[in-house]
Every structure is written in C-alpha cells, then in structure tokens.
C-alpha cells in the first residue's frame, strides 16, 4: 500500500506564491514520473506538470513560467512552487506518482488526496 500526502494549499492573493509538497510513503521500491494535477469545479481534472525520474519536466501552457516542479528522491517526494496566482488556478490540486512495489514488479498510479488553492481578493 502507498500513500500519497499533500499539503501547502490555501487561500491567496492574485499575483501570490505558494509551494505545495507531496509525499509518498509505503511500500516503495521506485518511483517513475511524478506530477501535479488539478481540479477546477465543474471541469475536469487537468494535468499542471509532471517530472520524471530523470528529472524532464512537462507543463500545461497555462502555468509555463509560473509554476516550477521539482523532486528530492532521496525523500520520495515531489513539489509545486507556484508564483503569479490567478484567480483561473483556483482548484483542487491533486499529487499523482507512478510507483512499483519491488524489483520487476509493474508500475501502478497513486493519487493524493488533494488540496485545495484558491486565489482570491
């Protein structure tokens, strides 16, 4: 079993920062990509960005040059430094890992739980 835990949501200014974490924990042998998405009410879940093992990272146009991921393996972790908040980014933004459990065993996708950003005045 593998948890996903996310925190750094919350209430913000248009043109604010925040930085959100994600950890996972449990049975972990390897962790492939990593990556951040998010849910606006009434739409779809939508990818933000992703980063691999190897560190390449993926955007969504509407958060390039705004938003910078990032990972520590050693921590098993992944993260979200958002600048230049907009009230357009308010959403549930969930964690999501691609994890195997043990040498040669596949890769299954975990999500978190989800934590909420609202950008706000």
């Known amino acids: 079993q593998v948890q996903l835990v996310e925190s750094g949501g919350g209430l913000v200014q248009p043109g604010g920062s925040l930085r959100l974490s994600c950890a996972a924990s449990?049975?972990?042998?390897?962790?492939?990509?990593m990556g951040w998405y998010r849910q606006a009410p009434g739409k779809q879940r939508e990818m933000v960005a992703t980063?691999?093992?190897?560190?390449?990272?993926n955007y969504a146009d509407a958060v390039k040059g705004r938003f910078t991921i990032s990972r520590d393996n050693a921590k098993d972790a992944v993260y979200l430094q958002i600048t230049r908040l907009k009230p357009e980014d308010t959403a549930v933004y969930f964690c999501?890992?691609?994890?195997?459990?043990?040498?040669?065993?596949?890769?299954?996708?975990?999500w978190g739980q989800g934590t909420q950003v609202t950008v706000s005045s």
């Open positions: 980063i691999s093992s190897s560190s390449f990272k």
């Open positions: 449990g049975s972990i042998f390897s962790i492939n990509t």
């Open positions: 999501n890992a691609e994890i195997s459990p043990g040498r040669g065993i596949s890769e299954y996708e975990w």
